[in-house]
């Protein structure tokens, strides 16, 4: 019998992937909102902490971004790896210009689509270099790239929580 391998990247991605999935039944009018809450609704129940507040939605778009960007990330990553030239002038310019988003920001009106832009540039960095430097199986790079990508989009999201730049994301009204 084959034993699992499963670590804590691969948790946590499930249960992003499981909150994007709900978010995005709700979105589309497949969930009620009333009937079936959100499980971000349990933060209400720490009480009135005013260093909490804006929380949960800056998770939500953390969480959103991650799997959007990281995601188009990884299947253009697959698509430059193709090619050896193509690989090294990406990764020279992108270890670099996954940055740029963070000092965009003060000129973006929109941070979410400017979020989604950042975990795609450092999921395909990320990617090309554990293939490429490291010499990862695509089965090993996996969780590392999640990883990485996971603490970008956190990092820029309190990065602009910390600005005022991050916008409500309106699922449905009534919901956390």
């Known amino acids: 019998m084959k034993r699992w391998k499963v670590d804590r990247v691969s948790v946590f991605l499930f249960i992003t992937v499981v909150s994007f999935l709900y978010d995005l039944t709700a979105y589309v009018g497949f969930r009620d909102t009333a009937r079936f809450p959100h499980p971000f609704v349990y933060f209400r129940s720490l009480g009135d902490i005013e260093a909490l507040r804006g929380f949960p939605g800056m998770l939500r ?3 959103f971004s991650l799997v959007a960007g990281g995601s188009i990330g990884f299947a253009v990553g697959l698509l430059i790896l193709r090619n050896n030239w193509l690989t090294r002038a990406t990764m020279c310019f992108l270890r670099i210009g996954m940055w740029i988003p963070f000092l965009v920001v003060f000129a973006a009106p929109y941070s979410f689509q400017l979020g989604i832009a950042a975990t795609l540039l450092a999921a395909i960095y990320h990617y090309l270099t ?3 430097f490291l010499g990862m199986s695509a089965r090993d790079a996996f969780p590392y790239v ?3 990508v996971t603490l970008q989009s956190l990092l820029l999201y ?3 929580s910390n600005l005022g730049a991050a916008v409500e994301l309106d699922v449905k009204p009534g919901e956390n």
């Open 146 to 148: 999640a990883g990485e």
């Open 61 to 63: 778009q953390a969480m």
């Open 158 to 160: 309190l990065d602009f």
């Open 130 to 132: 554990a293939r490429s």
